[in-house]
């Protein structure tokens, strides 16, 4: 299918990405950026055009960028509606970043969370109050919230009720409002494998290993497909009526981290790949940025090192040997590390983690895990003075036989460490970015005057979610636009 460039041409994505680094306000259609905040750069409309003909290789109905949690969901509802539906994925399978996490489901509005754990269920009109603070002034953003909260508990009710995934019994741990892996951390494959299944009986198809270059509009700038390069490196232009922008978020574009979340921007970065890409896109197209900031919290780079303490004792200690956290609050080790003003700390558990169901996330760190007999060995591995560590250690042991934690208030897994010991270090990483492009209720791209671009959606990171159910809420929301929207 040879389309005339007159009536076919691709954005320039890459525009974007430099104006989005240098603060110019892309989105706006006509007014140039220098015009409205009195600068010299230049006007949003006037980024480049690819150079090289629209050659359209295949049509669909719907072409989702991105085969996340997002993108794999929005697709369902259309293709069961007899659409065809495209997912393209630069990886050469499903699952995005979260088929790797260690899959923390945090979820109070399912139906599943009110029967089997009620003190933890939420209203709508609960979660508005409880997240109003966070909103003053910004009633939309309020109601975004509220939204994907409760579509994010109708993928928890989906996945159980509809499609008969059993998650993990209710253990003891802090977080009885999250939903496990049936398989323990880390095992979220397990999920994606059901989610496929769904995605391809509904018939929706994937091309893998193809990446996303850019938008394609028609001769009256109206959104009409995409732009990927193959594996071979070859140019593959898709026809659409619906483009889903579902590629993720930004975390590992150092330049927009220096721009929009300084305090991270040289910290580590755990995830390759994620450079904002769809959302310069959908920038291109004119659509605005919103909630780009530093995300809340860092991880460290081994999940061990923070996640078993969900479930298991574990002491987290810093080079002085002082505990600097409560460890059952595991987002706050590493940006508790940072505080304290240290970029590294020290991991330690015992038998009753290592030889619990959890092994794939030990797996996961493979051998940066170490073992050690006594403190004595214990000390020595790790490069502290014994005297350090057994202060650690008999500082512990008091909480232990006190059954209380004066200085951070812990109150599960209160239990003494006994050797063997197990013991990594960790250092602080980023994993995840905040903000995205700005979207409807409907997850439409809107414009600067907060008007749909027609045919552009987006879902997950590339909307501005950080976590997991809320990114599989808004594909799960998206999907039932999608079948209406699409004729």
Request: with cysteine.
């Amino acid at each position: 299918m040879n389309i005339n460039r007159r009536q076919f041409c691709a954005l320039g994505t890459a525009g974007a990405l430099a104006a989005i680094a240098g603060g110019v306000a892309v989105g706006c259609s006509s007014e140039s950026a220098s015009a409205k905040d009195g600068g010299s750069a230049p006007a949003a409309s006037a980024m480049a055009i690819g150079d090289a003909n629209v050659n359209f290789s295949k049509e669909v109905d719907v072409l989702i960028v991105g085969a996340g949690i997002s993108g794999m969901l929005a697709s369902i509802d259309p293709a069961k509606a007899g659409k065809s539906v495209l997912i393209v994925e630069q990886n050469g399978t499903y699952g995005g970043d979260a088929i790797y996490s260690a899959a923390c489901q945090m979820c109070t509005t399912a139906e599943l969370t009110k029967e089997e754990r009620p003190d933890k269920y939420s209203s709508e009109d609960e979660i508005r109050e409880k997240f109003a603070p966070y909103y003053e002034g910004n009633e939309a953003g309020l109601e975004r919230t509220v939204l994907l909260q409760k579509w994010g508990g109708k993928f928890i009710d989906t996945m159980h009720y509809d499609w008969g995934y059993e998650f993990q019994e209710l253990r003891e741990s802090p977080y009885h409002q999250a939903f496990f892996p049936k398989n323990g951390l880390c095992t979220m494959k397990d999920e994606f494998e059901l989610m496929n299944e769904k995605v391809t009986e509904a018939g929706a198809e994937y091309l893998f290993e193809t990446t996303f270059k850019t938008l394609i509009t028609d001769e009256n700038g109206t959104i009409a497909g995409g732009r990927f390069i193959s594996k071979d490196g070859s140019v593959v232009d898709i026809k659409a009526k619906a483009v889903v922008l579902a590629g993720g978020g930004y975390i590992s574009n150092q330049e927009w981290m220096v721009k929009y979340a300084p305090e991270w921007a040289f910290v580590g970065n755990i995830v390759s790949g994620r450079k904002g890409d769809t959302i310069a896109a959908g920038v291109a197209a004119g659509g605005t940025l919103s909630g780009m900031m530093a995300s809340s919290n860092l991880n460290p780079l081994y999940e061990a090192g923070h996640m078993l303490a969900t479930f298991y004792p574990l002491i987290a200690l810093l080079p002085n040997g002082k505990r600097f956290y409560c460890e059952t609050a595991v987002h706050n080790a590493a940006t508790g590390c940072l505080a304290a003003g240290y970029n590294e700390w020290y991991s330690i558990w015992d038998g009753t983690a290592q030889n619990g169901i959890d092994q794939e996330v030990i797996a996961h760190a493979g051998d940066a895990i170490q073992s050690a007999d006594s403190i004595e060995e214990l000390a020595e591995k790790m490069g502290l003075a014994l005297e350090t560590v057994q202060a650690a250690f008999d500082n512990w042991d008091t909480i232990c036989d006190n059954q209380e934690d004066p200085e951070f208030g812990k109150t599960l897994f209160l239990q003494k460490l006994v050797p063997p010991y197990y013991f990594l270090r960790n250092v602080p990483v980023r994993y995840k970015s905040c903000g995205g492009l700005t979207v409807s209720d409907r997850m439409e791209v809107l414009d600067g005057d907060g008007n749909p671009i027609p045919n552009l959606y987006a879902a997950g990171c590339t909307a501005g979610t950080e976590d997991i159910v809320p990114a599989a809420g808004s594909g799960l929301l998206l999907g039932t636009v999608l079948a209406e929207d699409v004729a």
